[in-house]
């Protein structure tokens, strides 16, 4: 029978080289928590237990992971080191599993990478990589061939220091000697900290099967320290997201230049320009265009719509056939029908505009119906707010709204009803009627200068 599968995530340490108040399993990887990625990973693999070791920083992780995932907290008291941290799950650990020891701080270890490790018929198996700069790592140290020590920086001989090969923090061990194992750590060492590590010594000295499985692609078990690596970090998953989505046939500009928060979601033809932000969940339609530089959250744009350069879209949902932008703004609740138009400087809230609706240059919609076909001109606001409520407008088919027109809500104008510019507009307006609101023109002939004073 196959050993059933335990997980132990390590995640009590400070973060002290990032000097951050947050702790540094929250700070965001892809817009999500680093901690997410992991557990995510941890889940795909159905284990029986999910351990996860938190220190001071535990209620603001419990509050931000939720409940969604069954975890068991293990509080880690004081940050003595990852053994210290382990010892600390024992307790917890069935006698007959398999366990996958993980680092919170390294994220983005592959099903495949944890798979192959439990796999190994071996008491103690060590994921290592080969870095060109191995600064900060924990050394492999070999006696022909075969593991037998791993160094820490600090602990590091000036030849050991050289050693390329680095552990990733990523073990699998025999759940039944773990206990023993753990309780042979001493802080003898520079840091005075009981570090995992020292395992591999111990094992060794048992004569118990040690082994290592290299993974060639080092970015995928690289650790988060400092800010910098928690950069590189987030290109390496970018760059990850966009090939995923180039082999689906999603056109990208520049895959150094895209940030995907979450999930995105693309149809067939799909092009996106440089500088884009996807946040949350975002589904584009077939043949759908994102300029440059728009920010996009939650939002939906259905098939041939354009989003041009300069745009946001935050809880909006787009039809088919748009136009939106450049420099436009949608904000959450702008439902917009299939061949609206949207120009630049245009701010959409919770109003729905009906199929063909224009608003294309310089204007406020909000808390508003827009009838199908119908044209708002430059400079319209909505008046939704007198500073305690808001009202809605609605604004029929094909109706006409003149360059700076104020419509204070709540108020309507009618289908096929025109607004003649610069009219404020307080009372309804019938359907088919005109309505002009401004003072009649004055043309004063022979009029003159004021000339300058000497
Ligand atoms: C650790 C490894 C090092 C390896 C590197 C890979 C040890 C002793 N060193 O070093 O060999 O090359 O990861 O990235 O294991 N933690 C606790 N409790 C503690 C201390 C740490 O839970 O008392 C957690 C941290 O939250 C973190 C993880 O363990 O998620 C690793 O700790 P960290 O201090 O970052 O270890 P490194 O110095 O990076
Ligand atoms: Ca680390």
């Known amino acids: 029978m196959v050993k059933p599968i335990e997980i132990v995530i390590l995640a009590a340490g400070v973060g002290s080289r990032m000097r951050s108040e947050k702790p540094k399993v929250l700070q965001t990887l892809g817009g999500v928590p680093l901690i997410s990625h992991l557990l995510e990973t941890a889940q795909d693999l159905n284990p029986v237990k999910i ?9 603001d992780i419990k509050n931000r992971i939720g409940d969604r995932i069954d975890i068991n907290w293990v509080i880690q008291e004081k940050p003595k080191g990852t053994g210290n941290a382990l010892a600390q799950v024992v307790p917890h650990l069935f006698l007959e599993s398999r366990l996958l020891v993980l680092l919170g701080d390294a994220p983005l270890v592959k099903r495949e990478t944890m798979e192959a490790l439990l796999s190994e018929n071996s008491d103690l198996v060590v994921l290592t990589t080969k870095v060109s700069n191995p600064t900060g790592y924990g050394r492999i140290v070999r006696e022909e061939g075969k593991l037998s020590e791993i160094v820490e920086e600090k602990d590091t001989s000036s030849s050991q220091r050289l050693i390329n090969e680095i552990n990733t923090g990523v073990m699998a061990i025999n759940s039944a000697k773990v206990g023993a194992w753990v309780n042979k750590i001493t802080d003898d060492n520079t840091q005075k900290e009981h570090l995992l590590t020292d395992m591999v010594k111990i094992a060794c000295k048992e004569k118990a099967l040690v082994s290592s499985i290299e993974v060639s692609d080092s ?15 987030e290109r390496v998953l970018q760059k990850n997201k966009a090939e995923k989505l180039m082999e689906t046939g999603v056109q990208i500009m520049d895959p150094t230049r895209i940030d995907i928060r979450g999930t995105l979601i693309a149809g067939k033809g799909v092009v996106l320009d440089i500088n884009c932000i996807f946040e949350g969940k975002v589904v584009l339609g077939d043949n759908v265009k994102i300029g440059p530089n728009c920010v996009i959250s939650d939002s939906r744009l259905d098939s041939g719509s354009v989003l041009k350069a300069n745009s946001v879209a935050e809880g909006a949902e787009i039809g088919k056939n ?19 138009s949207i120009g630049n400087f245009v701010e959409v809230k919770k109003s729905i505009f009906g199929v063909g609706a ?6 406020y919609v909000g808390d508003s119906e827009v009838g199908a076909g119908a ?3 430059a400079g319209t606001i909505t ?3 007198d500073g305690a409520n808001k009202s809605k407008t609605k604004i029929g088919k094909n109706a006409f709204i003149g360059s ?5 809500a709540p108020v309507s104008v009618g289908d096929e009803a025109t607004v003649g510019a610069g009219s404020t ?16 023109q004055r043309n004063v002939s022979g009029w003159m200068r004021p000339n300058k004073k000497d």
């Not at 700076?404 to 204070?408: E, K």
């Open 375 to 377: 044209n708002i001109g």
């Open 358 to 363: 224009k608003a294309s240059h310089l204007a």
């Open 404 to 408: 700076n027109s104020s419509l204070v």
């Open 322 to 340: 748009c136009s939106v932008g450049p420099f436009a703004r949608l904000r959450p609740g702008a439902l917009l029908g299939d061949d609206v």
């Open 51 to 59: 351990h996860l070791v938190v220190g001071r920083h535990a209620s």
């Open 219 to 233: 970015s995928e078990v690289q650790g988060v320290n400092t800010f910098s690596q928690l950069a590189n970090m």
């Open 383 to 385: 008046c939704n707010y």
């Open 425 to 440: 507009i307080t009372k309804d307006v019938k359907d088919g009627e005109l309505a002009v609101e401004r003072s009649s």
